[in-house]
T-cell receptor, first 114, second 114 residues
């Protein structure tokens, strides 16, 4: 499976600011995803990051709040914009490899908004 | 539409005793099913997956799960619990063979006592 890293691993931010989270994979992957895990909750898919085109967002998530970039097959960013305390969560990226029958997850970014 | 129900939010076992974490699924098609584990302050690690091959699936760290179509279940078991097994466990279903659309259960927290 691919080795996935995320930066930063954690951050504490002030409300109204924005944070960009990076996801780097050590090999080319077909699909990349971004998830949110609110405190004590399960994972919710935010969007699928498409290489070279706009991300595909799930219901309840919008591009203005969570802009996503994927400039190549190994890298993606998620920005959490105009943050509020309700955005305090763990944000995880995941990927599928060439077989595409399994998702592998990064270590996550723990975000606290004050 | 696909969904997954984890029947227990919290399970407590003694070290050395068997573990049973229960999961029922609903899927319109022939599903792929996964168990992931999340240790405190860590990302998600794939334990095992079922993708229409053998119904008894063996995973890492001595865990296994059996796909029972008649019962729409995919329970996770381990013969003997270890302290290091204490974590959050997620049952996950995908309708598509590409694992591009995962639906997560709400999670089961496994506590292992001496």
């Amino acid at each position: 499976s691919a080795v996935i890293s995320q930066k930063p691993s954690r951050d504490i931010c002030q409300r109204g600011t924005s944070l960009t989270i990076q996801c780097q994979v050590d090999s080319q992957v077909t699909m990349m995803f971004w998830y949110r895990q609110q405190p004590g909750q399960s994972l919710t898919l935010i969007a699928t990051a498409n290489q070279g085109s706009e991300a595909t967002y799930e219901s309840g998530f919008v591009i203005d709040k969570f802009p996503i970039s994927r400039p190549n097959l190994t890298f993606s960013t998620l920005t959490v914009s105009n943050m509020s305390p309700e955005d305090s969560s763990i944000y995880l990226c995941s990927v599928t490899g060439t077989v595409r029958d399994t998702q592998y997850f990064g270590p996550g970014t723990r975000l606290t908004v004050l | 539409a696909q969904s997954v129900t984890q029947l227990d939010s919290h399970v407590s076992v003694s070290e050395g005793t068997p573990v049973l974490l229960r999961c029922n699924y609903s899927s319109s098609y022939s599903p792929s099913l996964f168990w992931y584990v999340q240790h405190p302050n860590k990302g998600l690690q794939l334990l095992l997956k079922y993708t229409s091959a053998a119904t008894l699936v063996k995973g890492i760290n001595g865990f296994e799960a059996e796909f029972k179509k008649s019962e729409t279940s995919f329970h996770l078991t381990k013969p003997s619990a270890h302290m290091s097994d204490a974590a959050e466990y997620f049952c996950v279903v995908s309708d598509t063979g590409t694992a591009s659309k995962l639906t997560f259960g709400t999670g089961t927290r496994l506590q292992v006592t001496l």
